[in-house]
């Protein structure tokens, strides 16, 4: 049937009918919230991501007090590491007691349902900011740095980390840090691979917020990090997380990559994240401060879209707010 029998304008005519068909729903279940940790009890408020603070672990437990209270699953940590603990070695990474570490056994002595998330990347610890170890040359080596992630992942599993995140883009760490999971006996330990995390611009205000921007300087992650111009390359990344033994994967950033995301889904059918970035929170933040966009509008939006390309959920800046968003209907 075609015109005047088929409307399909019948079906968006109320609010009811429209909520009937909906494709895509956004919950609290789908979000999680990043987390930048310091050593200090004062919050400093990070200026590119308005609304965004560094927090000491007392007020981590009550920011996951909230986020409980709002029915958010999971938080997950970024360590701000002060300049003195960092170095070319980045062993800070797995001390025992260890910013990270000591955040974890309180949050899970505290919260012991809230998920803890840990990122497992050198990049805090550096003195460089590289993501890993170098060479005299300055390259980042592969197989050393690898050595290293697998102690840090090592030992935020013995905190009691629920998911470890190598966020580093080196190959083959995860079926390293799987193996020495599995020989520790932290066979429970989930794996969430940023398996698709691209060179991206749209990192700076995180950088930022952790305190590797002025470390980096002008060096770049291109090395090892993604090329924004491929697609294919990212399916291969996947595959071999997944092989490796990955139980989650990651795409990185979230709106510019919705095709990635897509294809991935698709590819594989396996919990696919994404991280909306800093990057595009901040344009979001700043764009309704200068009062040209609706803010809950097209941050639940945008949140929904990356929810449509197909993420099971997503890590974003705006989890609190938009619980409490969704929560008010």
């Avoid at 994967?249 to 095709?259: A, F, N, R, S, T």
Wanted: glycine share 8%; proline share 5%.
């Amino acid at each position: 049937m075609s015109y005047p029998y088929t409307r399909p304008r019948r079906m968006r005519r109320d609010g009811f009918s429209r909520r009937l068909m909906r494709e895509t729903v956004l919950t609290a279940d789908d979000l999680i919230y990043p987390v930048f940790v310091h050593e200090h009890a004062q919050r400093e408020q990070v200026a590119s991501m308005p609304g965004v603070e560094r927090i000491g672990i007392d007020d981590l437990l009550r920011v996951a007090e909230q986020a409980s209270g709002l029915g958010i699953p999971a938080l997950a940590l970024f360590p701000v590491t002060a300049p003195d603990a960092k170095s070319t070695t980045a062993e800070a990474a797995w001390a025992d007691d260890g910013l990270v570490q000591r955040a974890v056994v309180a949050l899970k002595q505290r919260f012991p349902q809230l998920g803890v998330i840990t990122d497992v990347a050198l990049d805090p610890y550096t003195s460089h900011g590289q993501d890993g170890l170098l060479d005299d040359a300055g390259y980042v080596l592969n197989d050393a740095t690898v050595e290293a992630l697998v102690r840090q992942a090592l030992s935020h599993a013995a905190a009691g980390a629920d998911i470890v995140a190598p966020s580093d883009m080196m190959d083959g760490r995860i079926g390293q840090v799987r193996g020495a999971l599995e020989m520790d006996g932290h066979v429970h330990t989930r794996i969430l691979a940023y398996s698709a995390k691209y060179a991206s611009a749209f990192y700076g205000p995180f950088r930022d917020a952790v305190g590797s921007a002025s470390a980096l300087g002008k060096a770049d992650k291109t090395t090892y990090q993604m090329d924004p111009a491929n697609t294919d390359e990212a399916l291969r990344e996947v595959e071999l997380d997944l092989d490796e033994g990955a139980d989650m994967v990651m795409v990185k950033p979230g709106l510019p990559y919705l095709d990635i995301v897509r294809r991935v889904k698709d590819a594989f059918g396996v919990p696919t994240f994404v991280y909306q970035v800093s990057g595009e929170y901040a344009m979001l933040k700043a764009a309704a401060q200068n009062g040209w966009l609706d803010e809950r509008a097209c941050a639940l939006e945008a949140l929904v879209s990356i929810r449509r390309a197909g993420a099971d959920a997503v890590l974003t800046y705006y989890a609190m707010d938009a619980a409490r968003w969704l929560r008010e209907g």
